[in-house]
């Protein structure tokens, strides 16, 4: 295949899988669970940067797929018992499914007013379902003890949901690569620098975005079920919170919008900067004001991100920073 | 139903007004500048607590003797902000500016925070109440509308009867056009955010006399802007008036028949429901 013998595509499935590999190696709980982080932004910026990065559409409220995907995935899971596979798949269902919806309707609206509409339906439907009773209203739902000893016991259930997280992050990054060197990813990238041309030249736009805005979506809704799975309970709260999606935002502009490396490596970053800022005694009150302070500079400075900083200063790089 | 509908719908409408100022605030800066403002909902709780400061902390200053006070602080507060975070991505695409503005966002709730807690605050202020037949209302309520009023009717004087005003209009209209007439834009647009940072802190200020507060209070009047924002046409400050009162009225209305925690689903379903049928808004945007 083609796509093995990319140094880029190699570079960055390595560094994923060195990162994820570090936990079991060492076989701490600490570095378990941080990197479970990690590996969570990771394919969460990924999964953002197809519709963000390749087509130029800022889903501002892309956070509503993690929590609806983690709303159903834990319905299926605490009311009917479903075991964690299936259940996650119905929440990655979920969010594919409200994408396409989403797709066909406010995907029509450019700049602004998309970003816009997604925060607006985000809101909605955090509201709606605070109202739901079958999902628990405002208190939400939680998760016996109980069920984690069909997987062995609640270390072992950690286990498992690191591996899966760490399987979608590696699915996230060859999907993202897979779909650059596409010809629909092609099609993605000239709706992003001119739509209507793109229109002209043959690109079926609606049909296009709206695909990517469904790919976008599915994996995020997979990370919700396996989050609150791990976490043990949900609320609305937790589930669509906004600022969880612009951090999302900050971590594929941190790295580079539109190129496969940069999400990656603005979601490690971001997530080791936070956890410096918020341990660091000089910096903990403060840490919110430092975080937006750094935003602003990368946003007024460097507003390619780090790969496409390097891409343009080192052009022999281009190969490798993919 | 009917003697618990009325105070409840004139209770909304009055703090509808209020509303609509934060929205203008909004709404006047994406209309010259194209510049969603993510900052607007902490600009708001900086305006709470500036009255709250004028008023409790030593001074004891009549919270709308201090409004005046605030407002021109807000003005100059938004010229910073503008030059700074906004000026050097203007131009660039549309996310670039929602991130600078969020990065303001970020820094003021994190000092924010650092400085006065995320604890509820309470201005205290209590002037009574009147009652005029059958309807009861407070008279901070009352007030905070009647400013409001006078306040969105200077801004339309302001837009519509003076060169300055002219000058933002034109800039809104057409920059490059304006700049060939000699108009100079960057000083306008500063201007422009100024005043939109002004009018947040004016209804964060009246705000602030009905309701207790917090640093992180601004967040859901963001969220109210936006959606009246694009019930009235977004760059509509006008409509940002009419929108206010609509929303207002919406909440007055909902929690007489079903329980308040559905006002957000209408609120938000109305907004993407405008989106869709209706970006310019329900009056159209005047461009």
Redesign the interface.
């Known amino acids: 295949m083609n796509l093995l013998r990319q140094p880029g595509f190699w570079l960055t499935v390595l560094l994923v899988l060195a990162g994820g590999l570090l936990a079991p190696i060492t076989q701490s709980a600490t570095v378990r669970e941080s990197m479970f982080l990690v590996l969570m932004f990771v394919a969460l910026a990924s999964s953002l940067n197809i519709i963000l990065g390749y087509t130029g559409y800022v889903s501002f409220g892309h956070i509503v797929f993690f929590g609806l995907g983690g709303y159903v995935g834990f319905y299926f899971l605490s009311q009917q018992s479903w075991s964690l596979a299936p259940a996650a798949l119905m929440g990655g269902l979920a969010a594919a499914l409200l994408a396409l919806l989403l797709g066909l309707s406010i995907l029509r609206l450019r700049g602004a007013y998309f970003a816009l509409a997604t925060i607006g339906i985000n809101e909605a439907m955090r509201a709606l379902i605070t109202n739901l009773k079958i999902f628990g209203g405002p208190t939400g739902m939680s998760l016996h003890f109980s069920v984690y000893q069909e997987y062995g016991g609640a270390t072992q259930a950690l286990w498992i949901t690191y591996f899966a997280m760490f399987g979608l992050a590696l699915v996230v990054v060859v999907l993202s690569f897979v779909v650059k060197k596409s010809k629909f990813g092609l099609g993605l990238v000239s709706i992003r620098e001119d739509e209507d041309a793109a229109m002209v030249m043959g690109v079926r736009a609606p049909r296009a975005k709206t695909w990517s805005f469904v790919l976008s979506a599915v994996i995020p809704g997979i990370i919700g079920t396996l989050f609150f799975f791990k976490n043990g309970n949900i609320e609305p709260g937790d589930a669509f919170r906004l600022h969880l999606s612009i951090e999302t935002i900050v971590m594929v502009m941190l790295g580079g919008q539109g190129t496969v490396l940069g999400p990656v490596l603005g979601a490690a970053g971001y997530e080791r900067l936070r956890g410096f800022l918020l341990t660091n005694p000089t910096f903990k009150d403060l840490q919110l004001a430092f975080a937006g302070l750094a935003l602003l500079i990368i946003v007024l400075f460097v507003p390619a991100g780090v790969v496409g900083w390097l891409r343009t200063r080192l052009p022999r790089l281009r190969r490798v920073l993919e | 139903m009917l003697e618990q509908l009325i105070p409840s719908l004139v209770d909304g409408l009055l703090i509808g007004f209020v509303y609509g100022v934060a929205a203008m605030g909004l709404t006047l800066i ?1 209309g010259v500048m ?1 510049v ?1 403002n993510l900052a607007h909902g902490p600009i708001i709780a900086l305006g709470m607590f500036g009255v709250y400061v004028l008023f409790n902390d030593g001074l004891g200053l009549n919270p709308y003797v201090s409004l005046p006070i605030v407002g021109a602080a807000g003005v100059l507060f938004g010229i910073v902000i503008y030059s ?2 906004v000026h ?2 203007i131009n ?5 500016s ?3 503005t ?6 003021i ?3 924010g ?2 400085r006065l807690t995320t604890n509820v605050y309470t201005v205290g202020l209590d002037l009574g109440s009147v009652t005029i037949g059958p309807i009861t209302v407070t008279v901070t309520r009352l007030v905070a509308a009647g400013v409001s009023v006078f306040v969105a009717a200077g801004l339309y004087l302001f837009l519509y009867r003076t060169s300055t005003g002219k000058a933002i209009r034109a800039v809104a209209n057409n920059r490059s056009a304006a700049e060939l007439m000699g108009i100079p834009s960057s000083r306008v647009l500063a201007l422009s955010f100024g005043l939109g940072t002004m009018l947040a802190v004016i209804a964060g200020g009246l705000i602030s006399t009905i309701f207790p507060f917090r640093i992180l209070s601004g967040g859901a009047y963001e ?1 109210k802007s ?2 009246i924002g ?1 019930l009235g046409g977004l760059g509509n400050p006008l409509g940002a008036l009419v929108g206010g009162l609509i929303l207002g009225g919406l909440e007055g209305l909902i929690p007489v028949f079903m ?1 308040t ?5 209408f ?3 109305l ?2 429901l405008i ?2 049928v209706r ?1 310019s808004g329900l009056f159209g945007a005047r461009q």
């Not at chain 2, 969020?102 to 820094?107: E, K």
């Not at chain 2, 925690?261 to 689903?265: A, G, H, M, S």
């Open positions: 994406w194209r969603i700074i975070a050097r991505v660039a695409p549309h996310l670039s929602l991130l600078a969020f990065a303001v966002s970020m820094i709730i994190g000092v925070t650092s969220l936006f959606v694009v329980p925690t559905w006002v957000p689903v609120e938000f379903g907004f993407v989106l869709l970006p």
